[in-house]
């Protein structure tokens, strides 16, 4: 497991954690709403903010699909090995790449780089790694039948 996975990983049982928390706080409110403060004390964060936290999570999870969705621009998620995860159909379109190569994990973000491009390209993913931002910049990819785009 790579380590971007494993984090993904951890998110998510921290995020199944904070909803078991959150479900015990409510049941304790349910059973005993004249003692809120022993409820409140279940879990360190008040149950109020950690149902705010998910909903923001999931509003921006939703934009962010969304935007993908879109196709208005090519879109792609890697992980560390520069195997493309997710791909919009735009992305597939420019890089003339299938769905069916991305289920198959054939699609690697290096293979398509055009060498004068990989240095830069590589700064910019292990960047955006680092700070979970990635600043836009411009590269030339290779096609899968070889052309450059």
Request: proline share 4%; charged share 35%.
């Given at each position: 497991m790579s380590g971007?996975?494993?984090?993904?990983?951890?998110l998510r049982l921290e995020i199944e954690e904070l909803r078991r928390?959150?479900?015990?706080?409510e049941a304790a409110l349910a059973a005993a709403?004249?003692?809120?403060?022993?409820?409140?004390?279940?879990p360190?964060?008040?149950?109020?903010?950690?149902?705010?936290?998910?909903?923001?999570?999931?509003?921006?999870?939703?934009?962010?699909?969304?935007?993908?969705?879109?196709?208005?621009?090519?879109?792609?998620?890697?992980?560390?090995?520069?195997?493309?995860l997710y791909a919009n159909d735009e992305y597939l379109r420019i890089t003339g790449c299938s769905r069916e190569d991305l289920e198959a994990g054939r699609i690697n973000a290096?293979?398509?780089?055009?060498?004068?491009f990989r240095a830069l390209d590589r700064e910019r993913?292990?960047?955006?790694?680092k700070q979970g931002v990635c600043r836009p910049y411009e590269k030339q990819?290779?096609?899968?039948?070889?052309t450059c785009v």
């Amino acid at each position: 497991m790579s380590g971007r996975d494993s984090e993904t990983a951890a998110l998510r049982l921290e995020i199944e954690e904070l909803r078991r928390r959150l479900a015990e706080s409510e049941a304790a409110l349910a059973a005993a709403p004249d003692r809120v403060d022993v409820a409140l004390e279940v879990p360190r964060t008040p149950p109020m903010l950690l149902g705010v936290a998910l909903k923001q999570a999931r509003d921006s999870e939703s934009r962010l699909s969304a935007i993908f969705r879109a196709n208005l621009i090519g879109l792609v998620l890697e992980d560390a090995e520069r195997r493309i995860l997710y791909a919009n159909d735009e992305y597939l379109r420019i890089t003339g790449c299938s769905r069916e190569d991305l289920e198959a994990g054939r699609i690697n973000a290096a293979d398509l780089t055009a060498p004068g491009f990989r240095a830069l390209d590589r700064e910019r993913s292990l960047g955006a790694f680092k700070q979970g931002v990635c600043r836009p910049y411009e590269k030339q990819y290779i096609r899968k039948d070889g052309t450059c785009v």
